[in-house]
């Protein structure tokens, strides 16, 4: 009875000693500091690991730029859409119902809404930003958006297609065996 519980306070110590080495230190723990600017020569057998500045992607920089505040020169994407797009008459002819960026973020097109009633029947065109006259509002942070062509003449314009991507096909990495499916019966009974 005296060596299984000797034993069993060895195995449990040594589990915990193990499970203890394992576990992170904790914050302000007396913890020993790390060597300063010393690395260990890599093993002959393991290749080198790659320097920090070959796994950043492309046009990363070593620290981020944060934007704190938004200026009274720029919009909120969010804000934007629903804008008000006026003709030269200053009536109405649609609203922003989206934006088109491009892949390094500058604004490619505004896509205009243009017609119908509560969204159908409605068709979508896309401009450059250069169309567009920026107009204040009634208030400081509103705004509307002018341009030189009229309601008609935006619905006889060529409708904007946002991009559909083909289905993907989905792929397991087998190919179905057909050499094990039952032969085919006739009503007649087997055919030889």
């Given at each position: ?34 060597p ?66 491009t ?9 205009i ?13 896309a ?7 920026v ?44 050499d ?13």
């Amino acid at each position: 009875m005296t060596r299984k519980l000797v034993f069993l306070t060895a195995a449990s110590g040594l589990m915990l000693s193990v499970a203890l080495a394992q576990s992170p230190t904790p914050p302000g723990a007396n913890a020993p500091t790390p060597p300063a600017a010393t690395q260990a020569a890599p093993k002959a057998d393991t290749p080198p690991a790659p320097k920090a500045d070959a796994m950043k992607p492309a046009g990363a920089t070593d620290s981020a730029q944060f934007v704190t505040t938004q200026s009274p020169d720029q919009w909120l994407a969010s804000k934007f859409k629903g804008t008000n797009v006026l003709g030269p008459d200053d009536t109405k002819v649609g609203d922003v119902s989206d934006i088109l960026f491009t892949r390094d973020g500058k604004i490619h097109a505004y896509v205009i809404s243009v017609g119908g009633f509560l969204g159908i029947g409605s068709k979508d065109v896309a401009l450059a930003p250069d169309s567009f006259q920026v107009q204040p509002g009634q208030d400081p942070t509103d705004f509307r958006l002018k341009i030189a062509m009229s309601k008609e003449q935006l619905k006889d314009a060529a409708a904007f297609e946002p991009f559909k991507a083909p289905p993907r096909v989905p792929t397991t990495g087998m190919t179905p065996r057909t050499d094990r499916l039952p032969a085919p019966t006739h009503p007649g009974g087997p055919t030889q």
